[in-house]
């Protein structure tokens, strides 16, 4: 269009000091501009207003960099849901129609127009000739039931259009708890704010936010088919770590992930109140990540570690009568290391247990800090020192010599 207006085929309008007159917003045409002149883009900030002058101008190079900007694109695919919602075009035009009459009829005392929507989230089985209670006192109703859309996206979709039609917009959410929309509740009412007791902390959350996922045990304990200890304060007591809870709430309101040194007792908080999303998320976190998907399949290679780790202790008690400290010898060695089983001796030394062969990238050191996670696991204090290496030839004619070493662990006991 610009190319058009400027190829002396159209008379254009001059303003008073000569400049040609184009009716349209002049900051947004400096990025318009910068384009033609660079093909430098706008900050992603204005990336839709910027759009909207591009296509006025008819500069499709410019429209076709901008749609692959996050705003434009997330703008297309909030259009493509809104198109799977049943009326919701003439749903917002009669809502502004509504709330703009609202207002008029009590212009004299207020300076807004309130009206009341419903929102179904949920695809369930409902009782036939039932309604929400929330929906019977609604102006509007939207059922967005098939879609992944939480009741705060959808409001929050609503508001930005009606704020592009000029309005002002301010919303509350409710949450409808009766038996349509959370069907199965028999035995027992809950509240839509729920005080819990956990380990002596107390939390407040919501009944929605309890039973977020269904399959966990939080959804199971206030389903209503349970009946819950409560404190002397009438709070729902629950026998876990109040702390750690803390982050378990969190997850099930925002899906905020715990402190990375906090995972491995989240993660066992997760597990025992069954919340899988939880726990799936934790085990890619590094200190899980590390000892799921890399200490334990090491130690899965490993002939009878558990055993061995067992032994080690038991040495290490049974020398530990009238003693502060006490120690105990393993025997080391990997599959590399070209080991004659043929050639039997006894080794310089003597162990209790003995750990390898094994093949996999860990060393000789992993290991060793392997056996000692799991002890300082178990609380023991505990540390290692090398020993030395066995080092007997393997028979009269064998270049081979023994290259089991030996660590000593030391445990102090006081």
């Known amino acids: 269009m610009l190319a058009a207006m400027f190829s002396g085929r159209h ?20 990025y318009v501009l910068d384009f033609i002149r660079h093909a430098d883009l706008p900050p992603a900030a204005l990336a839709k207003q910027v759009y909207k002058e591009a296509q006025f101008y008819g500069i499709e190079k410019l429209k076709s960099c901008l749609e692959g900007m996050q705003p434009i694109i997330g703008e297309q695919f909030r259009q493509k849901f809104i198109d799977y919602i049943p009326n919701y075009r003439d749903n917002v035009d009669s809502m502004i129609t509504l709330a703009v009459g609202r207002a008029d009829e ?51 979709c609503i508001a930005r259009d009606v704020e592009e039609k000029g309005y002002e917009i301010d919303y509350t959410l409710q949450e409808c708890i009766c038996g349509w929309c959370i069907p199965g509740k028999s035995l027992y009412d809950f509240p839509p704010v729920i005080e819990l007791n956990v380990g002596g902390a107390h939390h407040t959350t919501s009944l929605r936010t309890l039973r977020k996922y269904e399959d966990s045990m939080l959804a199971a304990m206030f389903s209503g088919r349970h ?7 009438g709070r729902y007591f629950v026998d876990r770590n109040g702390t750690h809870f803390g982050y378990i709430l969190d997850f099930l309101r925002n899906e905020d992930l715990p402190p990375a040194e906090l995972s491995p007792e989240i ?13 799936n998320l934790l085990r890619d976190v590094p200190p899980l990540f590390g000892e799921h998907t890399g200490r334990q399949e090491f130690i899965a290679r490993l002939p009878e570690y558990q055993e061995n780790v067992e032994k080690l202790i038991q040495t290490a008690r049974e020398s530990a009568v009238a003693a502060r400290e006490s120690k105990a010898v393993v025997c080391v060695y990997k599959a590399d ?10 080794c310089r030394y003597q162990w209790c247990a003995s750990f390898g062969p094994w093949n996999a990238t860990p060393g000789i050191n992993d290991l060793l800090d392997s056996i000692t996670v799991d002890l300082k696991d178990r609380r023991y204090n505990v540390e290692y020192a090398r020993k030395g290496e066995c080092g ?7 270049w081979q010599s023994c290259p089991k070493q030996f660590y000593e662990f030391t445990f102090k006991w006081w």
Not at 20 to 28: C, E, P
Not at 337 to 346: G, I, M, R, V
Request: hydrophobic residues 35%; proline residues 1%.
């Open 337 to 346: 290391s070209n080991l004659d089983a043929d050639n039997l001796h006894t």
């Open 267 to 279: 993660f066992k908080e997760a597990r025992y109140f069954g919340i899988d999303a939880l726990c």
């Open 392 to 398: 007997i030839q393997l028979g009269e004619l064998s």
């Open 106 to 156: 009590v212009l004299a005392r207020f300076r807004y127009g309130m009206i009341r929507i419903c929102i179904c989230t949920q695809k369930q089985d409902r009782i036939p000739f039932t309604r929400c209670k929330i929906e019977k006192k609604a102006d509007f109703y939207f059922d967005v039931s098939e879609q992944e859309w939480s009741a705060e996206e959808l409001v929050q």
């Open 11 to 30: 008379h254009l309008v001059k303003d008073k000091d000569g400049r040609y007159f184009i009716d349209r917003n002049g900051k947004h045409f400096v």
């Open 227 to 233: 009946n819950l200890t409560r404190d002397k304060e």
